[in-house]
């Protein structure tokens, strides 16, 4: 006969407590705040192939991964105009994990064959992520600028404005060597004072900073700091190599849809290294 001990009964009012709410007057309070009946029903497919909703919803999972992305990268310029250097940390922290995410999202799509993706593509007509009005703020955030991008965006007046604010607003990489110009680093004048609308060109001199700085006298902050960029930089070169994997396996070297150059200017894109100098400056430490 067993004595294990019996479980002691819950009182009735106990029970009611544990019970989850399901009677609402209007929608739910999850509803309410993911608008998840909207992001549900967003899904509008063109074809009869049954595999172009993996790749339409991969690519909106990808746009929402680039608004978080902004929102961190945003949140980090202004900590670093404050010389706020933990907040600034925190969200390039977030940003890494947000980063490992969005390279994830290129799984579903990278086993493609040709044909797969031959059998929905003229669904997509001159449509391109080249367009993308939020991948192009990632871009101008990561000192990627170039005014020639906010054309496409011309006919919708809020991609258009939000972009060209972005394009005349220092990129982060901008607010980083303003700080460590403000810590007495020697960054020359003409890398503060550019024209932050044009695309960040390595410096020398940026360079001896972060090689001072990893030498084993810079102050902690900027080391982990300047680690958190690496750890950017590299996943952004990982996007950049799997999308052009992906692009390669799908379709080869024809021209990509919207009229670029597909593989070519991917290959292009794979070859450069966001925050240059984080990367060259470990030849001099």
């Given at each position: 006969m067993s004595h294990q001990a019996q479980p002691t009964p819950r009182p009735a009012e106990a029970?009611?407590?544990?019970?989850?709410?399901?009677?609402?007057?209007?929608?739910?309070?999850?509803?309410?705040?993911?608008?998840?009946?909207?992001?549900?029903?967003?899904?509008?497919?063109?074809?009869?192939?049954?595999?172009?909703?993996?790749?339409?919803?991969?690519?909106?999972?990808?746009?929402?991964?680039?608004?978080?992305?902004?929102?961190?990268?945003?949140?980090?310029?202004?900590?670093?105009?404050?010389?706020?250097?933990?907040?600034?940390?925190?969200?390039?922290?977030?940003?890494?994990?947000?980063?490992?995410?969005?390279?994830?999202?290129?799984?579903?799509?990278?086993?493609?064959?040709?044909?797969?993706?031959?059998s929905y593509r003229g669904a997509l007509g001159e449509g391109s992520g080249f367009q993308s009005a939020m991948y192009r703020r990632v871009e101008f955030l990561l000192g990627e600028k170039s005014a020639s991008m906010l054309v496409p965006h011309r006919g919708s007046p809020r991609a258009h404005r939000e972009l060209e604010k972005a394009l005349h607003e220092p990129s982060l990489y901008d607010e980083v060597l303003r700080l460590l110009a403000r810590r007495g680093y020697a960054i020359p004048d003409e890398v503060l004072g550019r024209d932050v609308a044009q695309r960040h060109e390595p410096s020398p001199a940026v360079e001896a900073a972060w090689a001072d700085i990893y030498a084993g006298d810079g102050p902690e902050d900027l080391v982990r700091l300047g680690e958190v960029l690496t750890d950017v930089a590299e996943l952004v070169w990982r996007w950049r190599n799997d999308h052009l994997v992906a692009t390669r396996r799908a379709m080869g070297a024809k021209p990509g849809t919207g009229g670029s150059a597909g593989v070519a200017w991917l290959e292009k894109r794979a070859q450069t290294y966001v925050f240059p100098e984080v990367w060259t400056a470990r030849s001099y430490v």
């Open positions: 029970v009611e407590h544990v019970t989850p709410q399901l009677d609402f007057d209007g929608t739910t309070p999850y509803e309410d705040y993911v608008h998840a009946d909207v992001l549900t029903h967003l899904q509008h497919l063109l074809s009869d192939d049954p595999g172009e909703m993996v790749f339409l919803v991969t690519t909106q999972v990808m746009e929402l991964w680039f608004t978080c992305l902004v929102h961190e990268w945003e949140t980090a310029s202004r900590a670093l105009r404050a010389d706020d250097v933990p907040t600034a940390i925190a969200a390039l922290k977030r940003s890494v994990r947000e980063l490992e995410a969005l390279n994830a999202s290129w799984r579903p799509l990278a086993q493609l064959t040709p044909a797969q993706f031959n």
